[in-house]
């Protein structure tokens, strides 16, 4: 599984890096680490963007899901009515999570390039893939990539919790409720959702804060870029969707 893993992830990315330090960015790390970040992310757009769009959907059937549950008490009828909406709103509920595992390899593919490509692995490179003479690793003159950067893991941290903002649901305007209303009591479901919510906004950026400064700065630059381009393309996403008829 190991070998597998290694044949088609992580020396292909590994090369594509060695050969853009050696042929673009002149044996610059730096640089060759985001140009590397950007085209595998822009590879896993069209994944990426399924994912977003899916989220973003099932967020706004929540309503609707409310109110066959509250309409129709048979459980083969509610899956009945629910298929339905589905269908309408042109998703489904394992898209989003089909989309996540099938980009999760690259994902650790591309942080252990990062994690080990600051000095050349002679056994992972491709015959045809020439070695660069030198590799600077002080990026813009001022961190040491195979050091630590605390600079860079807070600005992985600080990207990554705007990125759980985007993606956690924007919450409705405050309506004024009748006073003889009945409130509806939060189900486990909802509960476990507001959790992992609160996790991925406000404890994820700090683990990813903690792993950057642990590793490396190149580790550290690696989230830095991809939550940068994951939340343009997510804000990009919302905007297109926003005034969508369905």
């Given at each position: 599984?190991?070998?597998?893993?290694?044949?088609?992830?992580?020396?292909?990315?590994?090369?594509?890096?060695?050969?853009?330090?050696?042929?673009?960015?002149?044996?610059?790390?730096?640089?060759?680490?985001?140009?590397?970040?950007?085209?595998?992310?822009?590879?896993?757009?069209?994944?990426?963007?399924?994912?977003?769009?899916?989220?973003?959907?099932?967020?706004?059937?929540?309503?609707?899901?409310?109110?066959i549950k509250k309409d129709y008490p048979n459980k083969e009828e509610q899956a009945k009515k629910t298929f339905e909406l589905y269908k309408k709103y042109g998703t489904n509920p394992f898209s989003g999570c089909i989309v996540v595992l099938i980009q999760l390899p690259v994902i650790f593919a591309l942080y252990y390039v990062f994690l080990k490509g600051l000095s050349l692995d002679a056994g992972a490179i491709y015959s045809f893939v020439s070695k660069p003479v030198a590799m600077n690793t002080n990026f813009l003159?001022?961190?040491?990539?195979?050091?630590?950067?605390?600079?860079?893991?807070?600005?992985?941290?600080?990207?990554?919790?705007?990125?759980?903002?985007?993606?956690?649901?924007?919450?409705?305007?405050?309506?004024?409720?009748?006073?003889?209303?009945?409130?509806?009591?939060?189900?486990?479901?909802?509960?476990?959702?507001?959790?992992?919510?609160?996790?991925?906004?406000?404890?994820?950026?700090?683990?990813?804060?903690?792993?950057?400064?642990?590793?490396?700065?190149?580790?550290?630059?690696?989230?830095?870029?991809?939550?940068?381009?994951?939340?343009?393309?997510?804000?990009?996403?919302?905007?297109?969707?926003?005034?969508?008829?369905?």
């Open positions: 599984m190991s070998s597998i893993w290694n044949s088609i992830f992580y020396q292909p990315i590994y090369n594509i890096l060695i050969f853009i330090v050696d042929n673009v960015t002149f044996g610059d790390v730096g640089f060759a680490i985001i140009l590397v970040t950007i085209l595998i992310k822009l590879a896993l757009s069209p994944l990426t963007k399924k994912s977003i769009k899916s989220q973003i959907l099932m967020k706004r059937m929540e309503p609707e899901i409310k109110q003159g001022l961190i040491e990539l195979g050091g630590k950067s605390l600079v860079l893991a807070i600005l992985a941290g600080i990207t990554q919790f705007i990125q759980g903002y985007l993606a956690s649901p924007v919450k409705s305007k405050v309506e004024i409720i009748p006073s003889n209303t009945p409130i509806e009591a939060k189900t486990f479901q909802d509960e476990l959702s507001g959790s992992m919510q609160t996790n991925i906004k406000y404890i994820l950026p700090i683990f990813i804060v903690f792993i950057s400064w642990k590793i490396s700065a190149a580790v550290a630059l690696y989230f830095v870029i991809s939550n940068i381009f994951t939340i343009a393309q997510e804000w990009h996403i919302r905007r297109s969707l926003e005034n969508k008829v369905i």
